[in-house]
């Protein structure tokens, strides 16, 4: 079994920045993946970013690229996501999951890998 919790949600204004974490605690193998995915209002939950437990591959939806960074600390059990330049398409519900995986780009960006999941952190972007 593996838990997540994610903090660091709130509200900000557009150009902003915060910073998700992701707190993982149980089991955790080096071919996990962690990865965040948000859900705006009345929408589908979409994949954001995400990293291998061991430290590689991250990848990121085109939207957040340039803009969002995610990262691991293996000493901490924590994942980050650093979210700068925030736009208002950006609110939404954030997620983080973890999920067995090869570590390719299909799986890691496909919501059905995951099969551990946070309760979500709001995260609103004014204008």
């Known amino acids: 079994q593996v838990q997540l919790e994610e903090s660091g949600g709130g509200m900000v204004q557009a150009g902003g920045s915060l910073r998700l974490s992701c707190a993982v605690s149980?089991?955790?193998?080096?071919?996990?993946?962690v990865g965040w995915f948000r859900q705006a209002a009345g929408t589908e939950r979409d994949f954001v970013a995400a990293?291998?437990?061991?430290?590689?591959?991250?990848y990121y939806t085109d939207s957040v690229k340039g803009r969002f960074t995610i990262s691991r600390d293996n000493a901490k059990n924590t994942v980050y996501l650093q979210m700068s330049s925030l736009k208002p398409e950006d609110t939404a519900v954030y997620y983080c999951?973890?999920?067995?995986?090869?570590?390719?780009?299909?799986?890691?960006?496909?919501?059905?890998?995951?099969?551990?999941w946070g309760q979500g952190t709001q995260v609103t972007v004014s204008s």
């Open positions: 990293i291998m437990w061991r430290g590689d591959s991250p």
């Open positions: 149980g089991r955790t193998f080096p071919s996990y993946a």
């Open positions: 999951a973890a999920g067995l995986t090869w570590g390719t780009m299909s799986t890691m960006t496909t919501r059905s890998t995951y099969n551990y």
